[in-house]
């Protein structure tokens, strides 16, 4: 593959393509866990999942994208993209490859890393991220699952013990990156430190449930769960800086998946308008509903804009934060709405269990939460704006 930016990113969103239309017609009647086993074996089969990891610990080769050897956000962007325009599966497996393991690339040992981050690459490990609780969603600091130390020197562990909800692949992942308060209660600043957890340890326990779009997902509950001390990922007492840097390098990509919702929303809207007839005219030829495609064009442009600009920011190494929240906020917002115009545009199939708009109406919707809801980005973007 060439190194020059442009060919790569276009390299990788026809990869995407191909996988997305080989793979993603088969996973819409399998089960969840058949679905997103086969999709990260689509995923993993064409090299993408490489891209979750970076090139030194056996992933991708990102020179003429990263300032450094990092997780391109660009790639990601333009894999999730094109995969959510097909499956919405598909691209909560490639990124949660990425999140789950990217903690340990910034902070785990040379001989953790070893051990995991080729698997990850390679797609033969399931990765999972477990930050959010109960009590726990937005605010960091309110993080009640515990780790004790046990034990000195270079023969000491920790026991956890605690509950952590809404993590993505619970059941199937093979190992969770856990934020746990190692000092201090819940409500103070600080105080907790990251954690890699394999999926059969002991006294881990899953419990799952259903949400809006299909996925893996449900609560992990950890009983007296033993880590040792070489699991310990960065140092004791910054976990939450690492976890907000693991959401600080993905978080964009966000913006790029609702853009490929949207854009297949305003693919079947104007699909649909075409081929359909009322009042013995084709429904494309009326102005408001036409007008409401040029709505939807605009703001899906707008947002891959945004999005193609905090990208940039975050691969270059300088200063993103206040590019990411703008794209994050608008993208997932813009994408919402276009979703909700193309189940209008589409009447009572617009709402027909198992149509490719319902669908999308249901996947769309979850973007606005997850990984800082729209609020926290409005928060974030005011802070860096007005201090």
Not at 158 to 178: E, M, P, Q
Not at 198 to 207: C, D, I, K, M, T
Not at 374 to 384: G, N
Request: hydrophobic share 45%.
């Amino acid at each position: 593959m060439t190194n020059a930016p442009e060919a790569v990113l276009a390299e990788l969103t026809s990869r995407a393509r191909a996988v997305g239309e080989r793979a993603a017609p088969g996973l819409e009647n399998s089960s969840e866990d058949a679905a997103a086993r086969a999709a990260l074996q689509a995923l993993a089969a064409a090299g993408l999942t490489a891209w979750t990891v970076p090139q030194r610990h056996g992933g991708a080769d990102s020179r003429g994208l990263c300032a450094d050897d990092e997780v391109s956000v660009r790639a990601l962007c333009a894999l999730r993209d094109e995969l959510a325009w097909h499956s919405g599966m598909l691209d909560v497996m490639l990124v949660m490859q990425g999140l789950g393991s990217y903690p340990i690339t910034r902070g785990g040992s040379d001989a953790l890393r070893a051990q995991i981050l080729p698997k990850v690459a390679g797609g033969s490990l399931i990765a999972a991220f477990a930050l959010t609780e109960p009590g726990a969603g937005s605010s960091l600091d309110d993080v009640a699952t515990r780790a004790q130390r046990t034990g000195t020197g270079s023969g000491s562990s920790w026991r956890l013990t605690g509950h952590k909800t809404f993590i993505s692949n619970a059941g199937i992942a093979d190992a969770y990156s856990v934020l746990a308060r190692t000092s201090g209660e819940p409500g103070q600043r600080g105080g907790s430190t990251m954690f890699h957890v394999p999926g059969n340890a002991r006294g881990l326990s899953v419990e799952r449930f259903q949400v809006l779009g299909t996925h893996p997902i449900g609560d992990v509950r950890f009983d007296g769960v033993e880590v040792p001390d070489a699991h310990r990922l960065g140092e004791v007492g910054q976990g939450q800086e690492l976890a907000l840097a693991t959401l600080g390098r993905f978080r964009a990509s966000v913006a790029a998946c609702a853009n490929g919702f949207a854009r297949r929303a305003l693919d079947e809207s104007k699909a649909h308008l075409a081929a359909r007839t009322q009042f013995g005219r084709p429904l494309a030829t009326f102005q408001a509903l036409r007008f409401d495609v040029a709505e939807m064009d605009v703001r899906l442009r707008a947002a891959q804009l945004l999005t193609e600009e905090a990208a940039r920011a975050v691969d270059a190494g300088g200063p993103a934060t206040a590019a990411v929240a703008r794209a994050k906020l608008f993208a997932t917002e813009a994408a919402g709405w276009i979703c909700d115009r193309a189940v209008q545009l589409h009447g009572g199939l617009g709402v027909k269990r198992g149509t490719v708009v319902e669908r999308l109406y249901r996947d769309v919707r979850a973007l606005r939460i997850y990984e800082g809801t729209s609020e926290i980005q409005k928060l974030v973007l005011a802070r860096e704006l007005m201090g």
